[in-house]
């Protein structure tokens, strides 16, 4: 099967994807922003009719929370009117498309993990770029999947593993914020999954469209991921010093955007209706480790 890649190449996710497409039978066309940029409208139409995929995986995204409180403009451009954009050409063309969000459409008020139907009350412009993005998508094409994931690592680009690894290289101790909770997801996972999805879309040419969750189990803190990145880390030999995280509250460490606290999403949903067991970040952040040393 055709599918067609949007924010191929450099991002964690799209990177996974074209690794792990290697060794399936699907045909991956992987366009990098250059090539595709999904802000141009027209562009979208042209790609899609040049290369006539069967389905669309949309990998591109604004991602740089921080940022997109100053950068208003191009948060919505790409996450909101970008997803619109490959919407409608998809719908053009009586074609699927697989879409990525985020847990920062909620507030993390709720004290349990949110549902796919909780109510949406993003705090940040980057949250609120990708619930509008969401519900352009659901608004515009029936056949599609929102999978809304969380923490995202893997091993290319810039993540929150690196950046660990980085600044706890030249340090004894590292203070991380511990009233945050959520689930780390690996980009491999999330590549896995969206491939099955082709897989199966291949096979009985549908699939339970609709908005799911996924992310990593089992649930943790910024401040428990970033003591298993140095425990691992150190066991493969990463690190040749223990680093001790000293856990504060996200009041001790001020961002631009604000974080939800409670970043948990039910996995329910997804196990029952769209067959998907969740993945165990652990064990991928080993293997992300293992790659990183070499
Ligand atoms: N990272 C996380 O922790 C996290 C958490 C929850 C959900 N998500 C979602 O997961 C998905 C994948 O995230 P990721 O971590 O793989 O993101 P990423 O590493 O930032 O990759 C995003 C990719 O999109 C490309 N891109 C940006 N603007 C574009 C445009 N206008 N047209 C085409 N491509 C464009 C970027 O290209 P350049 O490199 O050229 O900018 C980059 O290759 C996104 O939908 C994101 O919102 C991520």
Not at 30 to 56: C, G, M, N, W, Y
Not at 140 to 168: A, C, D, M, P, Y
Not at 216 to 245: C, M, R
Not at 266 to 286: C, G
Request: hydrophobic share 35%; with cysteine; proline share 4%.
């Amino acid at each position: 099967m055709k599918i067609l890649l949007t924010g191929g190449m450099d991002g964690q996710v799209g990177w996974e994807i074209i690794r792990l497409a290697k060794s399936t039978s699907h045909q991956l066309i992987p366009l990098t922003r250059d090539q595709l940029d999904i802000t141009h409208e027209e562009s979208i139409h042209k790609a899609i009719e040049h290369h006539s995929p069967d389905i669309v995986i949309n990998a591109a995204a604004y991602t740089a929370v921080d940022k997109a409180e100053e950068d208003h403009e191009i948060a919505y451009k790409v996450n909101r009117d970008g997803t619109l954009f490959l919407a409608q050409a998809c719908n053009k063309h009586g074609i699927p498309l697989l879409h990525i969000s985020t847990d920062y459409v909620f507030d993390g008020e709720k004290s349990t993990p949110y549902e796919v139907d909780d109510a949406p009350a993003p705090q940040s412009v980057y949250g609120l770029s990708k619930w509008e993005g969401e519900e352009y998508l659901r608004n515009e094409l029936s056949q599609h999947i929102i999978l809304r994931t969380s923490w995202v690592f893997g091993r290319h680009g810039n993540n929150f593993v690196k950046t660990i690894l980085r600044i706890g290289s030249d340090r004894d101790e590292l203070k991380v914020v511990a009233d945050q909770q959520g689930a780390p997801t690996s980009a491999h996972s999330i590549a896995a999954c969206l491939l099955e999805l082709c897989d199966r879309y291949e096979q009985d040419k549908n699939l339970p469209w609709g908005t799911y969750h996924f992310t990593g189990s089992p649930e943790s803190t910024w401040f428990e991921f970033a003591q298993s990145i140095f425990s691992e880390g150190k066991k493969l030999g990463l690190l040749d010093h223990d680093v001790k995280v000293l856990p504060i509250n996200t009041e001790d460490y001020p961002t631009l955007a604000k974080r939800p606290a409670n970043s948990r999403l039910s996995m329910q949903l997804t196990k029952s209706r769209l067959k998907v067991e969740t993945p165990n970040w652990k064990n991928d952040l080993v293997e992300v480790l293992q790659y990183l040393k070499g």
